[in-house]
């Protein structure tokens, strides 16, 4: 017998694969089996989530204490998961107020159970403000002044948090179980069969006998993959394994390498169609039609794929970088062998959105069925059932920890919006930073960003959004803004802290994989990466950008004017041959130009 079948007939695969398919599956019948209870489809959710956490992704060098208290924690999460999927009814009835102590043991478990999964899946920053809004719930009643609030009964306030769905059964829940789940599995699919190869491919086909090749080959690769994965950090794992040791090989300096595709995996976060699954997010909570995002969103992104390409070539004449040789470069043959890898599934998707109007839930079903479909054949289209297998329960395993890890810190970020609604400390937050900014709007957008940055630090961009969004967005609409103004702005900003220390998610990772100092690539990272920076201010400035299908002709202006103005800038800050006064002024006259409204 091979290697393989013996690794799928071992006890722990068979718990793993099994546990797998359990939790895809259920994410996948939810799509189809029309409505269930709030109070059971996300308890089953985190039941399904919690063994990955606690059992399946430990670290080896955990101490025993942390062990055991993870199982003891799961035990008792799962216990009281299944508590209030089997009383989900009676529970509804109590209003969020808790009765017995069987129910404040249910509701202190699962909040310290979310609390150390939300620790263990991202670390500490998340969790701890979690901590500190939970014990502002609690003893927010001793500040004095403004930011104190009224006390609130602990039944109530633990209840809202716990047995309603106000907090970690709240709506961010329902996204990380209806939405983020289901494009999470169909990015999985497309990932563990030839579509990661496909997307490679076709970006090397296209940009690799350029000056720079292999940074552009990794801007297009990100861009392609980056939009359905809901990570920028688990885009630069993927594409990062292969385009930064490429780019090393060709004697490119590591942190340019490296920078190169941490950038660009941040950029595949606001890349239509998906933008890792915040398309699906926006349009949800704007109540708007999923068409109308990719459109308002399209322009910017090319815009920041347009800089970060002009700042790889001025650094390809720096350095004098090769293109790619023709030896590794792919025939069209395999490049129009792999394509319809990645082309049949996303195909699919946009016709089942856009034409047809189906829900997005129900379009990415669609996809996914074609996608484990594809997975029957390799390569060179050869039909082979024992590779279905194998890719098929690695495909459920992947998707299940990232769902896992996902779920982690939207169901922790949603106990932080529930004390923020309980307390309706969120108002006095909106209400200080208006009363800071003073009336302006630069400052209340200056104010916002920093509160993106700290707020986006180590969590993956749809939470960060959220938890931003339902913070800054009434500020920034209380100015004037559009609702689809606020919503983009937000959501590029909860992208910087992925590329700006001190977090740099992404930086960490791909110097890791360059084996650099992270702080050069960081800086590289920032000097790429500017859009990031100026894109959002430009379209609040230029809101015609965001409006091409109501008018085309004035948001393909904007377009060519702040490209322009960018390309003026990101030459300025990355050619240092330029003497100083000539890069002032290049940057100068380029922010002249991205901001002159039109």
Known sequence: MTKEIFKLLSAKYLIVATLAIITVGFHIY?????????????????????PWIFLLTQDENISKFTKYLGYILLACAMFSSYYIIVNHIDLEEQYGSLEGTLQYFVAISLLLAVLEMARRAIKLALPLTAIIALAYGLFGHYIPGDFGHQEIPLDSFLGTLVIAEGGIYGS????????????????????????????????????????GGAAKVSVLASAFFGSISGSASANVASTGAFTIPTMKRLNYPASLAAASEAVASTGGQIMPPLMGAGAFIMAELLGVQYSFIMSSAIFPALLFFFTVWIGIDVFAKKYNLISISNNDIPKINLVLKLSPFFILPFGVLLYALIIIKKTPQFSAALAIFISI??????????????????????????????????????????????????????????SAILYLSNGELFTALLLTAFACLILGMEVPTTAAYIICVSIAGPILQEYGLSAIQAHLFIFWFALLSTITPPVCGTVFIASGIAQVNWLKVAIKSMKLGLGLYLIPLSFIVNPYLIKPDTHFTLAFISFIKIGLGLWFISNALVNDKLKLIYRILLSLFGLIIVFFPL
């Not at 990380?176 to 090397?204: H, K, R, W």
């Open 30 to 50: 939810l799509i189809f089996t029309g409505l269930m209870p709030n109070l059971v489809s996300r308890p089953i959710h985190l039941l399904l989530v919690l």
């Open 172 to 211: 961010l829940t329902g996204i990380s179980v209806n939405v983020v789940a289901v494009f999470v599995i169909l990015g999985a699919f497309v990932g563990v069969g030839e579509g990661g190869n496909a997307f490679m491919s076709l970006s090397t086909k296209i940009a690799g006998r350029l000056r």
């Open 373 to 430: 479909s594809l997975l029957l054949v390799n390569k060179d289209w050869q039909f082979s059932f024992k590779e279905f297998i194998f890719k098929f329960l690695d495909g459920c395993i992947s998707a299940s920890k990232q769902i896992a890890t996902i779920a982690s810190v939207i169901i922790c970020a949603g106990i932080i919006i529930g004390v923020l609604n309980i307390t309706g400390v969120g108002v006095k937050i909106t």
